[in-house]
């Protein structure tokens, strides 16, 4: 299947701090790319999708200035975390569907945020 | 966004014993995807199905596509040790629209 990967596997940052995390699609083109949040021993949260050339679409509920999303190339998406509070730590995973029909969806490792 | 449900949310066996476990949505999905995650990873895809009435096998892994596109089953036959994990379904309710709907999770504990 295709590789998508993730960066940083986890970070720890200061309460009032922005953190940035990339997701990349490594050996295909991703037009689509999908941010998820997941709380301990719960279903993947779907945050927001990222569209390639264009604004994301960000579910109900999520705070766009608060995660900030960028999609600038077919292989690179980024959200960044801004003014972080202990209570966006999570566990923050992305994905991209796989071309040219979106029908799979394959995950990077995943992102552990803790804000202190 | 829309959740699908998925059943049983836990489930503890011996070694050796089969496994069942399914995801029902209340609307059509074109798609069905079951995947496992580890503690600290991100999913990784076992299964894909794409048609109503498709039953697909990887390994011991076996997975249908419910007749009434409305529902899926993952069948594990002799678990073992390694089997430990979160398993999720998703679907997609367009084979060209953008998101995946997950499921709320099976978590697998296998005794040895």
């Known amino acids: 299947g295709a590789v998508v990967s993730q960066h940083p596997s986890w970070v720890i940052c200061k309460s009032g701090t922005s953190v940035k995390i990339e997701c990349r699609s490594l050996?295909?083109?991703?037009?689509?790319m999908f941010w998820y949040r997941q709380f301990p021993k719960q279903s993947l949260m779907l945050m927001a999708t990222s569209n390639e050339g264009s604004k994301a679409t960000y579910e109900q509920g999520v705070e766009k200035d608060k995660f900030l999303i960028n999609h600038a190339s077919l292989t690179l998406s980024t959200l960044t975390v801004t003014s972080a509070h202990p209570e966006d730590s999570s566990f923050y995973i992305c994905?991209?569907?796989?071309?040219?029909?979106?029908?799979?969806?394959?995950f990077g490792q995943g992102t552990r945020l803790t804000v202190v | 966004g829309q959740q699908l449900n998925q059943s049983p949310q836990s489930m503890f066996i011996q070694e050796g014993e089969d496994v069942s476990m399914n995801c029902t949505s209340s609307?059509?999905?074109?798609?069905w995807l079951w995947y496992k995650q580890d503690p600290g990873e991100g999913p990784v895809l076992l299964i894909a199905?794409?048609?109503?009435?498709e039953l697909t096998s990887n390994g011991r892994l076996t997975a249908q596509f419910g007749i009434t596109r409305k529902d899926s089953f993952l069948n594990i036959s002799a678990s073992i040790p390694s089997d430990v994990g979160i398993y999720f379904c998703?679907?997609?309710?367009?084979?060209?629209?953008?998101?995946?709907?997950f499921g709320t999770g099976t978590s697998l504990t296998v005794i040895p």
């Open positions: 609307s059509i999905f074109n798609t």
């Open positions: 998703a679907g997609h309710p367009s084979n060209t629209g953008n998101q995946f709907y």
């Open positions: 050996d295909f083109q991703a037009t689509t």
């Open positions: 199905l794409y048609k109503a009435g």
């Open positions: 994905s991209a569907g796989s071309p040219p029909m979106n029908t799979e969806a394959f």
